[in-house]
């Protein structure tokens, strides 16, 4: 019962710390550039596949309740608008990051480092499908959204004639090297450093 407080109390941090990541954003395009599957990342190391997707819906839900936490905002609009899609797929993909955690982490040496990262190629994978799905139905009926998203792929000199591939690239690739490199990998970096430091503490990560 203690173990479960703490758990959820821990899900609420995490879930704030993917809300301040939703702040470090900049826009060069229709979908912008944010921190947050750092926060997605590390709720599913730290907490599991369970904690960490409660984490994830108390984000979501705080969203809901008009919390200007998201990066484009607060409210129910976020939640059906163009970029919902992306957020839903945290709760997956913060699972899955647990999931991975389980079954790849056990003294963290470097080998079960690189793992964990290269997990993170799998377990992000919602964020985007989700994301490319609900943007491009609406891309499909909203001409100024293709139109951004032409715009935020020629600033990569990148050039599609195909309208899906266009809102691909502006909603999945031009993302990925950010995500992978920085906040898929600070991810593993933290949740090591608290690892060990759980560890000297005699606290073990379930």
């Known amino acids: 019962m203690v173990n479960d407080i703490k758990k959820t109390a821990l899900a609420?941090?995490?879930?704030?710390?993917?809300?301040?990541?939703?702040?470090?954003?900049?826009k060069i395009g229709p979908?912008?550039?944010?921190?947050?599957?750092?926060?997605?990342?590390?709720?599913?190391?730290?907490?599991?596949?369970?904690?960490?997707?409660?984490?994830?819906?108390?984000?979501?839900?705080?969203?809901a309740f008009s919390l200007p936490i998201a990066a484009g905002g607060g409210g129910l609009g976020v939640l059906i608008g163009p970029t919902a899609g992306f957020l839903y797929g945290f709760l997956i993909s913060s699972f899955l990051a647990g999931v991975f955690r389980r079954a790849i982490w056990r003294e963290g040496s470097r080998r079960e480092v690189l793992m964990l990262w290269l997990s993170t190629l799998v377990a992000s994978m919602p964020i985007y499908l989700l994301g490319f799905f609900v943007f491009y139905n609406f891309a499909m009926i909203d001409e100024k959204l293709l139109i951004r998203s032409e715009s935020a792929v020629r600033a990569f000199n990148l050039s599609f004639s195909s309208p899906t591939m266009v809102i691909f690239a502006a909603t999945v690739l031009i993302f990925l090297p950010?995500?992978?490199?920085?906040?898929?990998?600070?991810?593993?970096?933290?949740?090591?450093?608290?690892?060990?430091?759980?560890?000297?503490?005699?606290?073990?990560?379930d």
């Open 31 to 63: 979908v912008p550039y944010t921190m947050q599957n750092f926060g997605v990342m590390l709720s599913g190391f730290l907490l599991g596949p369970y904690y960490g997707l409660l984490s994830m819906a108390i984000y979501l839900a705080l969203i």
């Open 12 to 26: 609420v941090v995490t879930a704030l710390i993917t809300a301040v990541s939703a702040q470090l954003s900049f």
């Open 178 to 205: 950010q995500d992978f490199f920085v906040d898929h990998l600070l991810a593993v970096l933290v949740f090591r450093y608290v690892h060990r430091m759980l560890n000297e503490r005699g606290v073990e990560v």
